[in-house]
């Protein structure tokens, strides 16, 4: 090659190997040296040890560890704070460690104090990128650590703060019937959902269509005065996806209200094995342009499977859900998210075993809502103009 062209040919790739090698300096960086060794460096530097808690066949270990750990933000905070280690609970050093910790849930997320080798802070569960931040943060303040406040409510603490500070933690952890006790704690004691250090609280901790999201409904324009319709709109709307018709139904009028009543007249239907009038619905929502079209697909995906994993469907049923199962692949807004491109594959090899000759119509037929074509280019990604001669 003419060494013009070379010089420049490996310049490119040096510059386009640079964000790589940037990309991977990012995230935890994990110590991989014995226990002991670990606790004498965290004593050395004055920091606490983070050791994640996993099993090799932890989905939900492999989640964090993909999708969290490796985060640039995430890894900041954690590497300037914590000499961090994993400990596999079943290999090695692993086995008596986890012992030791009492750990029975994976992962667990422990803070400890190397001087003692006690553990002051825990959690556990799949958290949000943001949540495990905080989770951290409150291990490094000894009123926010879950070793003082599982011993301070045990004590009968329930100060204002402690209990919001409490909710937060057990939040955090997935632990939600210890967040509704603890809530209706705080309500009992004063506070109200009004109140500008509760609502916040509110609405990401407690769950589910009860006397608060009713008491929501009913004063319904104060609250949106308070914290905007957006942020009430969302929090009824998400907390209205399931459950009972009548009860939904009798809520004020707000943002994603006709779609989750259609959805969950849509699970009735299914569940009766009324399939046309599922369909009804279906058909009328895919044709829908103002609903969250990614919410109804993610929603529609979980109606869809339950069929196609049941050898009892019908098949003019099955073959309907094959071609949903189409429409959700086609239109599923993230391109690099393979998910629902997997669905669709593994839909297609089991209707090729079940209903060759219909499956052929189905994928020769042009879709009747979304887009025409299978294709993994981006949607919002403009085609080359084609050139003139």
């Known amino acids: 090659m003419n060494s013009k062209r070379l010089i420049p040919l490996l310049l490119s790739l040096f510059l386009a190997w640079l964000p790589v090698c940037a990309q991977a300096q990012d995230g935890i960086k994990f110590e991989h040296n014995a226990w002991a060794e670990i606790v004498a460096k965290a004593k050395a530097e004055g920091k ?12 939900p270990c492999y989640n964090m560890a993909t999708t969290v750990f490796t985060r640039h933000d995430v890894g900041a905070f954690y590497n300037d704070h ?15 460690l986890a012992r030791k910790y009492q750990v029975r849930v994976y992962p667990t997320y422990l803070y400890i104090d190397p001087q003692t080798e006690e553990f002051v802070h825990r959690s ?25 406040l599982e011993s301070e409510y045990a004590k009968g603490n329930r100060s204002r703060q402690f209990l919001l500070d409490y909710i937060a933690y057990q939040f955090a952890s997935h632990q939600r019937d210890k967040v509704a006790t603890a809530f209706d704690q705080l309500i009992a004691g004063g506070a109200k959902l009004t109140d500008k250090d509760v609502w916040p609280v509110f609405d990401e901790c407690v769950s589910g269509l009860g006397t608060y999201l009713r008491q929501v409904s009913d004063n319904y324009d104060e609250f949106c005065r308070l914290f905007t319709k ?10 209205t996806r399931y459950g009972d018709a009548d009860a939904v139904a009798a809520l004020c009028d707000y943002e994603g209200k006709a779609f989750n009543l259609d959805m969950i007249k849509l699970n009735k239907f299914t569940r009766g094995k009324q399939y046309d009038e599922a369909a009804k619905i ?7 342009s103002l609903i969250d079209r990614k919410e109804f697909m993610r929603q529609l995906s979980y109606t ?3 069929a196609l994993y049941d050898k009892e469907t019908p098949a003019d049923w099955y073959m309907r859900c094959v071609g949903y199962m189409r ?6 807004p993230d391109r690099d998210d393979a998910t629902m491109h997997q669905l669709y594959a593994a839909t297609l090899e089991d209707a090729i075993v079940r209903n060759p000759a219909t499956l052929r119509q189905t994928i020769q037929s042009k879709p009747a809502f979304g887009v025409a074509d299978y294709n993994m280019r981006p949607a919002a990604l403009k085609p080359k103009p084609k050139r003139t001669k």
């Open 48 to 59: 606490l040890i983070f050791a994640d808690v996993y099993t090799q066949w932890c989905g």
């Open 82 to 96: 914590f000499v961090c280690v994993k400990i596999d609970a079943e290999n090695g050093e692993g086995v008596a």
């Open 124 to 148: 556990s569960s799949v958290q949000t990128p943001e949540n495990f931040i905080r989770t951290g943060k409150n291990s490094l303040d000894p009123k926010t650590r879950s070793t003082y």
């Open 230 to 239: 957006k942020a009430v709109d969302a929090k009824l709307a998400r907390e």
């Open 282 to 288: 279906i058909d009328r929502l895919m044709g829908d």
């Open 304 to 306: 869809v499977r339950g």
């Open 327 to 332: 429409y959700i692949a086609y239109n599923w």
